[in-house]
Every structure is written in structure tokens, then in C-alpha cells.
């Protein structure tokens, strides 16, 4: 996909404020610092639009971003953040669990995980909910210049038994250093948009 055009839309704190125009979205959700800025930036290919690193857990806010006038990434506050007080984290429940069962022009979800890692409980939570709405899922597994191309099979092998993925849901090896997987994903991501 060439991306001609990818603009910063809106801090959405809510739907009175999710864009009106009906175009496709995919949604992406991870723990804090798992690397969504990041893989945002590359699909892109814009080093900064998508902020890294930004103070974890603290922006209870759904990120749109729009590319080439035709979808839109959303990006979810990270989750898993040890610091986020019990009244966040209840809030950023509602506010994801109301846009993921409301939201007409949602397509696909990109579940963010660290292939280095075994998924944490919190992965294996925000995956179980995903399959509870009957969600379309994408699960990418980011980071995997950090391993052995020897190892990469081994903690595919590990992130999809952890999460007892859905046989239905594409595992996509990616690195946002490296550019692994991005043409496969947005193949994944403009078939799940029908464009
Ligand atoms: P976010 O909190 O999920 O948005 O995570 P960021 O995109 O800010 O990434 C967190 C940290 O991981 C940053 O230091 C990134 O440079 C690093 N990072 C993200 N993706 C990759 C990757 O694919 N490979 C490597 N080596 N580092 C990555």
C-alpha cells in the first residue's frame, strides 16, 4: 500500500467525538510500551506522527489517525500500566468495551503483543474480550528483530497457545525496526476494509 497521505484526526474521549464520516477503521490494542506508536509510524512511513513512549497509561483518549482519506487507525490507550489508578482502568474499560460493541465502521482489531515475551494476563484478558464480542482479530507479534529468525517459529508457537487463539485469527510476525510483516499486514488490513 502506498500511503499518500496520513494525518493526526482527534484525541476522542467518546463518541460524541469519533469521526461521522463512515470510513473504515482498525482499531489497535496492546500493553503500554508493547510498540503501537511504533508500528503505526512504520505502516505510515512517518518517523513521529504516531507518538512513542508517551507517558504510559495516562491518555485515557482513542487516537485517530486517517490514511489516504480512506480508513482510519484508532489507536487504544495502552493497557497494563502498573501505575493507572482503579478508577482509570474502570474507565478505560467502558470506554473501549462501548466502542468495541457500538462501533459500526470498526473492521478489524491488531492485538499487539510482544513476540519476545509470553503474553501476560492482561494480554490474554483484553484477547478473551476481543473473542467475546465476536471481534475479527489480527494478532501481531512486534519486536521480532529482537529475536533469532531460529527462534521465531518457537514464540509464534507460544503467543498463539498462550492467548488459545482463535484458529481463525492471523498471526502476523512483525518489527518496526526492520519492516517485517508490514506489506503482509496492510494486505490483511485492506482485505478486512474491502478495499
Ligand atoms: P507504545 O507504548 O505501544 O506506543 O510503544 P512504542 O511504540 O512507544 O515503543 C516502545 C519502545 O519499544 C520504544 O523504545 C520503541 O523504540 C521500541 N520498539 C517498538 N517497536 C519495536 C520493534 O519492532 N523493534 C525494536 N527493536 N524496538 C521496538
Redesign the pocket.
Known amino acids: 500500500m502506498k500511503v499518500t497521505q496520513a494525518e493526526f484526526m482527534i484525541s476522542a474521549a467518546g463518541p460524541a467525538q469519533f469521526p461521522e464520516d463512515a470510513l473504515p477503521e482498525i482499531a489497535l490494542a ?10 503505526i ?2 505502516m505510515i512511513l512517518r518517523k513521529n506522527l ?5 507517558q ?1 497509561g495516562k491518555t485515557q483518549l482513542l487516537n485517530y489517525y486517517r490514511i489516504n482519506e480512506s480508513l482510519y487507525f484508532v ?1 487504544f490507550p ?1 493497557y497494563g500500566y502498573a501505575k493507572v489508578s482503579k478508577t482509570q482502568r474502570e474507565q478505560w474499560g467502558r470506554m473501549i468495551e462501548e466502542y468495541l460493541k457500538t462501533r459500526e465502521p470498526l473492521k478489524l482489531i491488531l492485538h ?1 503483543i510482544d513476540l519476545r515475551h509470553e503474553p501476560s494476563k492482561d494480554d490474554q484478558a483484553m484477547y478473551d474480550w476481543l473473542k467475546h464480542y465476536g471481534l475479527p482479530v489480527c494478532i501481531v507479534a ?5 529475536i533469532p529468525k531460529s527462534k521465531w517459529q518457537k514464540h509464534i508457537k507460544m503467543v498463539k497457545e498462550t492467548l488459545q487463539a482463535d484458529p481463525q485469527d492471523k498471526v502476523i510476525l ?5 519492516g517485517l510483516g508490514r506489506d503482509e499486514l496492510w494486505l490483511h488490513i485492506l482485505q478486512a476494509c474491502g478495499l
Not at 512483525?174 to 526492520?178: A, D, K, P, R, Y
Request: aromatic share 4%; hydrophobic share 20%; proline share 3%.
Open positions: 496492546g500493553r503500554s510500551n508493547v510498540g503501537k506508536s511504533s508500528l509510524n512504520k504516531a507518538r512513542t513512549s508517551s504510559p489507536d495502552g499487539v512486534t519486536k521480532a528483530d529482537k512483525f518489527s518496526s525496526e526492520t
